[in-house]
């Protein structure tokens, strides 16, 4: 089954539409905040550290930060490099593929900017007309 269905998705395009796409899996990850966060903060900033990418992005817990690097950088969107030094030092910086993705979060993260203030309205809006 499962080589029947690599081989059904080899022969069309993908589309993530169909829920067996494996696009949608990578719509999960770049779809997901803190993943959109780190891929700006390093397209701004380059190459960081694990320490600076934790202090530029507020509210991030170890936990996800960590989590959101390791699935950025298996689906080959950042690379992490390890210095040996006392104390050992990582840093992370988009690959290619990561700056090909960079513009399109980029005006996503400034049209939420831009934009929040009607959200609000609109979500205030909402709330009063549906609070019965």
């Known amino acids: 089954m499962t080589t029947q269905l690599t081989t059904q998705l080899a022969e069309q395009p993908y589309d993530a539409f169909n829920a067996l796409c494996p696009s949608r899996r990578l719509l999960d990850t770049i779809g997901d905040k803190w993943a959109s966060l780190v891929i700006v903060a390093l397209?701004?900033?380059?190459?960081?550290?694990?320490?600076?990418?934790?202090?530029?992005?507020?509210?991030?817990s170890q936990k996800m930060l960590t989590q959101t690097l390791r699935n950025l950088e298996r689906?080959?969107?950042?690379?992490?490099?390890?210095?040996?030094?006392?104390?050992?030092?990582?840093?992370?910086?988009?690959?290619?593929?990561?700056?090909?993705?960079?513009?399109?979060?980029?005006?996503?993260?400034?049209?939420?900017?831009?934009?929040?203030?009607?959200?609000?309205?609109?979500?205030?809006?909402?709330?009063?007309?549906?609070?019965?």
Do not use: C, F, Q
């Open 43 to 60: 397209g701004v900033h380059g190459r960081l550290r694990y320490s600076e990418l934790s202090n530029r992005i507020a509210g991030v």
């Open 75 to 132: 689906d080959g969107l950042l690379t992490r490099t390890v210095t040996p030094s006392v104390p050992v030092r990582t840093d992370y910086e988009l690959t290619p593929l990561g700056h090909s993705l960079l513009e399109t979060l980029r005006h996503l993260k400034n049209w939420a900017e831009e934009h929040m203030p009607e959200v609000d309205e609109a979500r205030a809006n909402y709330d009063a007309r549906n609070s019965e």
